[in-house]
């Protein structure tokens, strides 16, 4: 009986022993030895950015978001190195798990606003999101959780110029914190928000393995086959958006498709009564379609701060400082097909208002114009059939028994 004990506790001790070897071979001798040179593309986090980070870790951003682009990942930017990790002094927030994009290099993607706004409902930018709203973050949190994730990156406020050691996107400034009730030192962009875009956008262009943008190009080897097998010759959209750089290819999709000369010349007015002529009632019914069509898209992007019917008063409104759109002012009805899809794909700068071209493909900010020129021209939705608005919804009556009261 006796050897047997022995025979446990030998092997135990033995075991204990090559653990404790093992552990202090990859674990602690590199933690002392291991000093791997200051990098020269980023700079130390502020106290604000700190704090941030905390927010960051306390909130658990990282059970739904990871900080680490690997080689493989698309349209994430450029890849991680090591350095970028260097002055977490209170562990990595690397996370494991991807339910919403990595955010290694999030800084200078959106304006400081866009991540306030989407943190307070993430709802508001993104119908649909299921990521959580923290509208409970206090003022400064939001702001010190924003600077953190502005940090992130090679275009983040963080990123230094190799050569020069300078900051490279960001300065230092000094902020009143009402919560210390002192000035402290934080890093602001140098750039305004429209040059600031143009520069991290050409940043990412310039890393073909990680396109920034849902080109035409893509679109094509995407879909090219199947517009080919249906069509025979590129989609319109494809025109429009190429029509950009080139007014020529823009007039020769005119041409080339009577729909979308239809849609720049033909006005979306509803008429006084339906014509009697079938040809020209189809016409009318073709636009109502067509504009429906984006209703849909329209509802489920734009309608929480545009609101349902397009009159600007989305629940999200009241939160901005510049309110978004109102298509049933007078100036709306004049604009053109072209004016809409540009306005629609590029966003408007120093405002909310994101710019689609990075989210909706050509086709559908397509109809998107359609449904908004519908709405411009006739104040509203008109006769577009479908969802009904909120205060057309009748309330269910109160004569009509409880359930509960049914169930005693
Ligand atoms: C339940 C999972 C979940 C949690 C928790 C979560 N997110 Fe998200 N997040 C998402 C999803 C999904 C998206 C994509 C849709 C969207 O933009 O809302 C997203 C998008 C984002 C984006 C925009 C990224 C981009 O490139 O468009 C940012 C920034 C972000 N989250 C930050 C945060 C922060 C900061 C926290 C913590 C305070 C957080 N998230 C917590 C799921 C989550
Ligand atoms: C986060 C809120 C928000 C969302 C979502 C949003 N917009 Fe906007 N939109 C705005 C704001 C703010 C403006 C700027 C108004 C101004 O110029 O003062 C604007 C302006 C516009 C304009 C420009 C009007 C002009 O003056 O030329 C168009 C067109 C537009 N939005 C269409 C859309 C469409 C289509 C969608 C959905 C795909 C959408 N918006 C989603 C906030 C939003």
Same mark, same amino acid.
């Given at each position: 009986?006796?050897?047997?004990?022995?025979?446990?506790?030998?092997?135990?001790?033995?075991?204990?022993?090559?653990?404790? @070897?093992?552990?202090?071979? !990859?674990?602690?001798?590199? $933690?002392?030895?291991?000093?791997?040179?200051?990098?020269?593309?980023?700079?130390?986090?502020?106290?604000? #950015?700190? $704090?941030?980070?905390?927010?960051?870790?306390?909130?658990?951003?990282?059970?739904?978001?990871?900080?680490?682009? $690997?080689?493989?990942?698309?349209?994430?930017?450029?890849?991680?190195?090591?350095?970028?990790?260097?002055?977490?002094?209170? /562990?990595?927030?690397?996370?494991?798990?991807? %339910? /919403?994009?990595?955010?290694?290099?999030?800084?200078?993607?959106?304006?400081? #606003?866009?991540?306030?706004?989407?943190?307070?409902?993430?709802?508001?930018?993104?119908?649909?999101?299921?990521?959580?709203?923290?509208?409970?973050?206090?003022?400064?949190?939001?702001?010190?959780?924003?600077?953190?994730?502005?940090?992130?990156?090679?275009?983040?406020?963080?990123?230094?110029?190799?050569?020069?050691?300078?900051?490279?996107?960001?300065?230092?400034?000094?902020?009143?914190?009402?919560?210390?009730?002192?000035?402290?030192? !934080?890093?602001?962009?140098?750039? /305004? !928000? *429209?040059?600031? &875009?143009?520069?991290?956008?050409? @940043?990412? #262009?310039?890393?073909? *393995?990680?396109?920034?943008?849902?080109?035409?190009?893509?679109?094509?080897?995407?879909?090219?086959?199947?517009?080919?097998?249906?069509?025979?010759?590129?989609?319109?959209?494809?025109?429009?958006?190429? =029509?950009?750089?080139?007014?020529?290819?823009?007039?020769? @999709?005119? #041409? &080339?498709?009577?729909?979308?000369?239809?849609?720049?010349?033909? %006005?979306?007015?509803?008429?006084?009564?339906?014509?009697?002529?079938?040809? &020209?009632?189809?016409?009318?019914?073709?636009?109502?379609?067509?504009?429906?069509?984006?209703?849909?898209?329209?509802?489920?992007?734009?309608? +929480?701060?545009?609101?349902?019917?397009?009159?600007?008063?989305?629940?999200?409104?009241?939160?901005?400082?510049?309110?978004?759109?109102?298509?049933?002012?007078?100036?709306?009805?004049?604009?053109?097909?072209?004016?809409?899809?540009?306005?629609? %794909?590029?966003?408007?700068? +120093?405002?909310?208002?994101?710019?689609?071209?990075?989210?909706?493909?050509?086709?559908?900010?397509?109809?998107?114009?359609?449904?908004?020129?519908?709405?411009?021209?006739?104040?509203?939705?008109?006769?577009?059939?479908?969802?009904?608005?909120?205060?057309?919804?009748?309330?269910? %009556?109160?004569?009509?028994? =409880? $359930?509960?009261?049914?169930?005693?």
């Amino acid at each position: 009986m006796t050897t047997q004990r022995t025979n446990y506790l030998y092997p135990a001790v033995g075991m204990g022993l090559i653990l404790s @070897a093992i552990i202090f071979v !990859v674990v602690l001798v590199p $933690r002392w030895t291991f000093r791997p040179p200051q990098p020269k593309d980023y700079r130390d986090y502020t106290a604000q #950015e700190q $704090r941030g980070r905390t927010i960051y870790r306390r909130e658990g951003c990282w059970y739904c978001h990871s900080m680490a682009s $690997r080689p493989q990942d698309w349209d994430h930017g450029p890849k991680s190195k090591a350095s970028d990790y260097f002055y977490d002094h209170d /562990g990595h927030l690397l996370g494991s798990e991807r %339910s /919403g994009p990595d955010l290694a290099n999030i800084g200078g993607k959106f304006p400081d #606003e866009y991540h306030k706004l989407h943190h307070n409902n993430p709802r508001y930018v993104k119908p649909g999101s299921i990521m959580p709203r923290y509208d409970y973050l206090t003022e400064q949190e939001l702001t010190d959780l924003t600077a953190f994730l502005q940090g992130n990156g090679p275009n983040g406020t963080r990123a230094l110029d190799v050569h020069t050691g300078e900051m490279k996107w960001a300065r230092f400034t000094k902020v009143y914190n009402p919560e210390l009730g002192k000035d402290e030192e !934080v890093a602001v962009w140098k750039h /305004g !928000v *429209e040059e600031r &875009e143009a520069i991290v956008a050409a @940043a990412y #262009e310039s890393h073909p *393995e990680t396109p920034f943008k849902y080109t035409a190009e893509i679109e094509e080897l995407l879909y090219g086959t199947t517009h080919e097998a249906q069509n025979a010759k590129p989609a319109l959209s494809q025109l429009i958006e190429k =029509a950009f750089e080139n007014d020529k290819a823009l007039e020769k @999709a005119r #041409e &080339e498709d009577a729909l979308v000369s239809g849609w720049n010349e033909i %006005s979306f007015r509803e008429p006084e009564a339906m014509p009697t002529d079938t040809v &020209e009632a189809g016409k009318v019914e073709k636009r109502r379609t067509v504009a429906n069509q984006g209703r849909g898209l329209f509802n489920n992007q734009c309608s +929480a701060c545009h609101g349902l019917d397009g009159n600007g008063h989305g629940w999200a409104a009241p939160s901005m400082t510049r309110r978004p759109a109102n298509f049933w002012e007078d100036k709306f009805a004049n604009y053109k097909t072209d004016t809409w899809f540009w306005r629609i %794909s590029r966003g408007v700068p +120093a405002t909310q208002m994101p710019r689609w071209e990075f989210t909706l493909k050509p086709d559908q900010r397509l109809y998107l114009a359609a449904f908004l020129k519908y709405v411009a021209q006739n104040k509203g939705l008109g006769k577009l059939k479908g969802m009904p608005l909120p205060d057309q919804i009748p309330l269910p %009556s109160a004569a009509a028994p =409880a $359930r509960a009261v049914a169930a005693k």
